[in-house]
């Protein structure tokens, strides 16, 4: 079974502009490629899967959501170093 880490951010957004500042806040964290949960840093491997959903507002809604969810496998995060310690002797090229 493949582990996989996520990172989920819901924002429920009033405009268009919003939109867009939330977008590019994004771009410049994935690009900077860490992240800040609470406490806690996150640092994102070179490559990330990257969802967004919108759903526009409707009707009594006096909002709309953006939800931006970034995806990717533990070991991606890992150094050559790491890679090898992970692999069971038996299955090591060395």
Known sequence: MAHEIK???EKHITSRAAIVRRLREL???IESRS???GDYA???P???DFELEYDQ???DSPA???EIELHWSPWEQMGPTGMLSAIPDE???S
């Open 64 to 66: 709309s959501k953006l």
């Open 7 to 9: 990172l989920c951010v």
């Open 91 to 93: 299955q090591s090229d």
């Open 42 to 44: 996150i640092n994102l």
């Open 57 to 59: 507002k409707t009707g």
């Open 27 to 29: 771009a410049d964290r």
């Open 46 to 48: 070179d490559q990330v």
């Open 35 to 37: 992240f800040f949960v």
